[in-house]
Each structure stands twice: as C-alpha cells, then as structure tokens.
C-alpha cells in the first residue's frame, strides 16, 4: 500500500522508538540485577542487624569475583559466573535460613539437624492459623527456595557479560573500590555497631556453617559416651528419692516463661504482682516457695529439648542429641520416681499426634489432648486452656489416689505464641467439659496476627504469661494439699520479638509446698524465698538439676 514503510513495527512505533525501549529495558533489567546480587551479599544474616545501615557494606568476595573475571579469558569467565551464581543464591537462601532462626529461636540455622523443624513448622502454622494459610506459607517458601538462586545465577551471569564488555572501566572502578575497602579495613569504619563496612561476611558464614558441619558429625560420638556416665544409674529405688516419701511431686513447664518475663520492665511489675500476691496468697494457704533460675538449653521454641534436658540431666541442645537419648537406657528423673516405687503420669495437652518421647520416658499413664477430652473453643496453638488441663488431670488423677505417690510431668501451653487469644480465668467449679470457655477468651485471634504491632505481641505474651502464673497459683491454692510438693518453670524465653536481642538463655523455678522440711533439703541451692527469683538468685545450667534434685532428696 502507497505509503506504508516496509518493515515497520507491528505496534505502530519507530525503529527508533523501539530501540530505545530496548535499551532502557535492558538496563533496567541490569540495574535489577545488580541490586538482587548486591542485595543477597550485603543482607545480614542477623535478625538484630536487619537495618538500613546493616547492608552499607562492600563486600570482599564481590570485588575478588569481579577480579577474576576481569583476569579470565570470556569462555572460562561464564562458566565461572555461572558457578558463583549458583553460590551466591544457595548463600542467600542461607542467610534467609539465619535470619528466620535468630528472629525465632535466637540463633542460626543448622544444616545439619534442622531441616526436621520445617515439618514442626508447619504444624504451628497449621495450628495457629488454619491448614490454608500454613499451606500457603509451604508454597512461597518453595518458590523462594528454587526461585532465588535461579534469579541470583541469572543476575551474576548478565552482569558478567557487562563485565567482559567493559574490562577497562570496571578495573578502574574496581580498583578505586579496593582502596576505600582497604581504608575502612584499616580504620575499621562502621556504620551499624559490630557491622564493619569492609565486609567479608559471607566467607565467615561459609566457614561457619562449614564448622558446624564437622562439630555435628562429631557431637553424635562424644554424646552417646556423656549418655552412658550416670553416677545415679545402678542406685536402688531404696535409695532414691528417701526425703519425698509419701509426696505427689509434680515437675509443671510453662511454655515460653522465661526470664524477661519477671524482669523486663515492660513484664515485670505486672507479672511480679501476680507473683507477689501469689506468694502471699499461697502463704496464708499454709505453702511456702523458693525460686532460683536455670539456663534452659533452647530459645524461643524446642520446648522438647528442655524437657529432656531437666529430666535426664545432659545437655540436649539439638535433635541429634535428643535422638540418640531417646534411643539409650539413660534414667531419667521421672524413671527414677518411677524406680522409688512412684506412680508417673505424663500429661501433654498439646500432643496430637504419634509422640515417640512416650515410650522413653515409660509413664505408667499418659494423657495427651485426645484423652483430656476437651470441648471447648481452640485458643491458637494452644490445643485447651490450661485451667481445663489442671482440672481434667485434677479429676483424672489427682482425686483418685490409691495410695501410692505419684510424680507428674505437666506442659502447659497457654503461653504458647502467637499469645493470643489468652483465655481468662473462671471459676473451677464450671471448667467441666471446656465448653464454657467459649465466653472466656480475652484478646483477639489468630486472624489478628498480621495487623499486630511488636508492643501488641509483646503485651499479649505478657498477658498469657500472667493468665498461666494465675492459673497455677489458683490451682495450689484450691487442690494443694500437704502432700503437694509442685515445681514450676519455663521451658525456654521468648522469641526475640518479644526479648529483643542478646537475651539470656535463663528460666525461673519454683518449688511450692507446705512441708517445710522439703525446702530445708535445698536450703544450701541459695534460691530465694517465694514465686519471684531475684536478680540475685543463683543460676544453674538445666542439665544440672537432675543430680542436684536426686542428691538433696537421697538418704
């Protein structure tokens, strides 16, 4: 036709037009690509560096890479982006990795032993916040987890292209970035507080993951002997346990009580109140308490790992060690209840599924959130509020005595995050079947999670804290009875959006009773008078109050 231009573009515009589009395209396609790459290098991989200021770096591993290319004939530098492509995007999912472990748990990921806690984290998801969302959840990590490197090696091998097209200006460039490298070295310039600009942080993460890798592989022998050394494992049931006769001990965790909890001053006076009235409550009751602090070997969650740490007296700080215990004859301290002639009861309100623990531990009966027949309301993660747990395993147990002592190992998981909703105390005269706790829930629900600001999240745990610690005072106050010797402490702190950073790995206990002689037995532990350890209560490692129970109540 008279006056259409052979070859012009189907959508109207110039070959001019078309060009320059391209060409901003393709430079915007490589700026993206310079920002993901810089992105995944500088990222900390520390929740508590995660700042504006904490990616002002230049990293040494980026400036030797760009010096290799700038060396390397064009064919062995694209084969050479294409493997530190694929390196630089496995580094960002580990850094991912970190950052979600030390936001939740207050330290990095293993690569070793913690890929079996993404299933426990779809179960608290689930739990928490439905099936759909938990699900939801799964995807976008697996599309993060193969996405990502993909990406990252796609960036690293365009910008090496721009490299190679460009070797003389970049070696200018990168020159002149060696030598401000090597003034921030030299004077060690920072911009965040224990985040040197100089950086060579991902080769510290490699050699640390690396570390850990070998100090893993290792552990696993040097475990199973410290499982096999128990001066208490050939003791007769005769000789155990001689002061407690006649006494229905019960060993109570409450999950996330930490020691923030009584001493930060957002926490403490309102739950020093419920503490300080407690004792005086409990001691026109006739019971007197001690406290002191243990270090619980786990943070922010792994509830497991402290369990089997108090009662078997080694250190399980990760599922390898927990593994092998569970697999070994190690006495536990309910085992040696159980070897003094002891009725044991295990009672897990928030187990709901195959619990291999159980068979370990050896109760004579246990009662899990299928046998304590709740029928009330779901509070979040937490399967029933812990009054109901207190008054079923009251009414299982406890009422029904045949004369034989019994020794209780109880979770409660009211104070479990997401801390919300927080059930509220009622008269235990109507918990009943749990249904009355549908009018008893104080706070909003799960659903509110997304919209809760950090000073939320940290005044509901404080709350579930408080609705627990009442709970338990209630209970002694209203069941105990002279032979009740009742110890209570926290499984573990919070997570760190609730502590912050560089939080202790410590916990309070307590021993309640009436029978004063049993506090004169660990009148040489230094503990303090009442529910609230002081800032100058002693502080033991958790692994160390199995001996030093057994020893201060033998013969």
Known sequence: MRGERSGAPANGGTDGEVRTKRSV????????????ALLVLTAPYDFGQLTPAGFVRIPLEALLFVALLVALPSRGSRLVATVAGVALGLLGMLKLLDLGFSASLGRAFDPVLDWALLDDAFAFLSESYGRPGAIGAAIVVAVVAVGLPVLVTLSVRRLSRLVIRHRAGTTRIMAALVVVWVVCAAFNVRVLPGVPVADTSATTLANGHGFQVRLRLNDRKTFSTLVDADRFRDTPGDQLLTALRGKNVVISFVESYGRDAVEDPEFAPQVGAV???????????????????????????????????????LWIDNDQRHRTLLASDRMTLNGAFRRANWQTVGVMPAVTRAWPEGS????????????????????????????????????????KQDGRPTMTELALVSSHAPWTPVPRLIDWTTVGDGATFHDAAAGGGAA?????????????????????????????????????????????????VVTGENASHDVPITIITRDRAVLDRISGWGWQDGLKPGPQAPVWPMDTFRDRFLTAFGP
């Open 25 to 36: 395209l393709a430079w915007l396609t490589t700026v993206l690509a310079a920002l993901l």
């Open 275 to 313: 503490l300080d009235s407690g004792t005086s409550r409990l001691g026109a009751a006739g019971f007197a308490a001690q406290s002191g602090f243990l270090t619980s070997p786990t943070f922010g969650g792994g509830s497991w790992l402290a369990h089997a740490t108090l009662l078997s007296g």
């Open 360 to 399: 370990f531990f050896g109760y004579d009966r246990f009662y899990n959130a299928k046998t304590l027949d709740y029928h009330g309301p779901k509070f979040s993660f937490g399967t029933m509020p812990d009054q109901y747990t207190l008054s079923s395993w009251q009414g299982l147990e406890q009422a």
């Open 448 to 496: 509110d999670e997304g919209r809760r600001t950090t000073a939320q999240i940290r005044a509901d745990y404080r709350h579930s804290i408080e609705y627990t610690l009442s709970t338990l005072i209630s209970y002694v106050e209203t069941y105990g009875d002279d032979d009740l010797v009742f110890i209570v402490l926290g499984d573990h702190q919070p997570a760190t």
